[in-house]
Structure formats: C-alpha cells, structure tokens
C-alpha cells in the first residue's frame, strides 16, 4: 500500500514508472453503480483536496490561515470533519494475546 501519499502523488508516481496514461487518467470509482466516480460522491477534486491536505496536514494550518490563503471556508471546515470522523480507518484494530495456558 502506498499509505501517506495523495492521489496526485501517486499520479505523479505513476506516470514516473511509465503506468499507461489510460490508467493513470481513469476516473477513481468504487464502482458502485454505473457512471458512479469518487469525486462525484465526495463533491470535489482530489486536486483540490490534495492542496488543501497539503497546507492543512504537512503544513499544520489552522483553518483561519487555510482560509486567508484562499481556501473557501466551507470546504476547510467540510475537509476538516471529514478528517475527524474517519480517523479511526487509520488506526490499526487491537489484538488481543492469548497466553500459552490458555491456548487450547
């Protein structure tokens, strides 16, 4: 997995191992109906969010800088609680260890 990079970072890594351009200009979908993409669904650009991740993650911004950059504020703030309430996916789940008495 190429986890912590963006969708236009790993475009960007594609076109440099030489992936075919039909594949890396493939709308992304979970192809969950016919015509359905991502974008679509979400109600914006991964160019955008990307930038927006950029300033808003590496960046540290605060969504008053965010927006002083130019970033509409509905979109940081959207952008932003989207972050929160998925955060858990990030996480990895607990296991729970078994000691050796107990194994069967």
């Given amino acids: 997995p190429l986890g912590d990079l963006y969708k236009t970072q790993v475009w960007g890594l ?3 191992l030489g992936i075919p ?13 016919e015509g359905q993409t991502d974008e679509a669904e979400l ?37 932003r609680n989207r972050i929160r309430s998925n955060e858990f996916k990030r996480r990895l789940p607990l296991i729970a260890i078994i000691p050796r008495e107990l194994r069967a």
Avoid at 21 to 33: C, H
Avoid at 71 to 77: G, N
């Fill in 21 to 33: 351009e039909n594949i890396i200009s493939k709308k992304p979908t979970a192809d969950l109906w």
């Fill in 14 to 16: 594609a076109k440099e």
């Fill in 43 to 79: 109600g914006f650009l991964y160019q955008d969010v990307d930038k927006l991740f950029f300033e808003m993650i590496d960046n540290a911004l605060t969504n008053n800088e965010l927006v002083k950059l130019g970033f509409d504020k509905d979109f940081v703030v959207n952008i």
